[in-house]
């Protein structure tokens, strides 16, 4: 339900030229800017003769109409359920790096907010409001990891900062490793793929490996040990494509075990050994992460543990299943 009375806003000469998002959070009916940028994503603020956007410069004597909705009451950030724990590798005035669990996604849905905490919610219950790239569902996010994947997350808490790591991962500097466990084993110890990833066609929610209209992508991999049908491998993508790892693995015919969305055809039917300890996930984590710091720029090099699970399944293998 939607408060029916509109409020009204006159900019003053002060506020001539600040942002949308800012002068709403200024106003006392408004908690914050993640809340001003929710109402502008809903649809509830009004700027005669000029499209509504988070980021819009507001002129002197401009009249700005919003209304509260009333569950705005109850943050989508801040979920009424338990806040995760969630482990800090690092954390100083600027930065944060957290060792995300499985099961966590970075941030609600685009268009939707999941009632279970995200990565996002438990940083804004943990440090308050943090800063945001024009998306209020997304405070201190400097990267994803997927919702199953486990490992190094790095979170800004300074606007500075966020622009600063935002840039690293745009310009390629930040520096990633991941390890994963996968089905069969690569016929080279080391190689790069360098395969443009798309949309697929015949699932748009997927992503694929495509000829012509894809952004071009590269992942280095290494084989750190193998196994009797399975290899432990050490992946550095050099870009930042969704699922790009996955994806890259899958098209050389080596799928993650327990991925249930890319399976290569070779590799669509094989399954865990009877007795193995299964992770119930794709295995995949994200081990170190090495960008420079935003402010001294000197590298900072973060390393996550290998997550439990696929330790045990690594353990298993090595006992059960030597390379022939």
């Not at 500097?173 to 089905?183: F, L, N, R, S």
Request: proline share 9%; net charge neutral.
């Amino acid at each position: 339900m939607t408060d029916p009375a509109p409020l009204h806003r006159v900019v003053p000469a002060k506020d001539s030229g600040v942002r949308l998002d800012v002068f709403l959070a200024g106003q006392p009916e408004v908690q914050n800017r993640s809340q001003a940028r929710r109402m502008i994503d809903n649809g509830l603020v009004e700027v005669p003769g000029h499209r509504v956007r988070p980021g819009l410069n507001l002129d002197a004597e401009l009249t700005v109409t919003f209304r509260r909705d009333v569950q705005e009451v109850v943050d989508p950030l801040k979920p009424e359920l338990p806040v995760p724990e969630i482990s800090l590798l690092y954390d100083d005035p600027d930065i944060c790096a957290i060792l995300k669990p499985v099961g966590i996604a970075a941030h609600p849905p685009d268009g939707r907010h999941r009632p279970a905490h995200t990565v996002a919610s438990w940083a804004q219950e943990r440090f308050g409001d943090l800063p945001s790239v024009d998306d209020a569902k997304r405070p201190g996010i400097v990267h994803r990891l997927d919702r199953e994947t486990s490992g190094v997350m790095l979170l800004a808490k300074t606007q500075v900062a966020l622009d600063f790591l935002k840039a690293q991962f745009r310009d390629r500097t930040a520096e990633k490793e991941y390890h994963c466990i996968v089905y069969g084993a690569p016929r080279f110890q080391s190689d790069w793929i360098e395969h443009a990833i798309g949309t697929d066609r015949k699932h748009p929610e997927r992503m694929a490996v495509v000829n012509d209209g894809g952004r071009a992508s590269s992942t280095y991999y290494e084989v750190v040990e193998r196994f009797d049908g399975f290899s432990h491998v050490m992946c550095r993508p050099k870009t930042g494509r969704t699922h790009q790892i996955r994806v890259h693995m899958t098209s050389i015919g080596h799928s993650l075990v327990g991925d249930k969305v890319y399976r290569s055809r070779r590799r669509q039917h094989d399954s865990l050994p009877e007795g193995a300890p299964d992770p119930g996930r794709h295995c995949l984590h994200a081990l170190r992460l090495t960008v420079p710091h935003p402010l001294t720029q000197e590298p900072l090099v973060i390393e996550a543990p290998m997550a439990d699970d696929m330790e045990l399944l690594l353990a298993w293998l090595q006992q059960n299943r030597p390379a022939k």
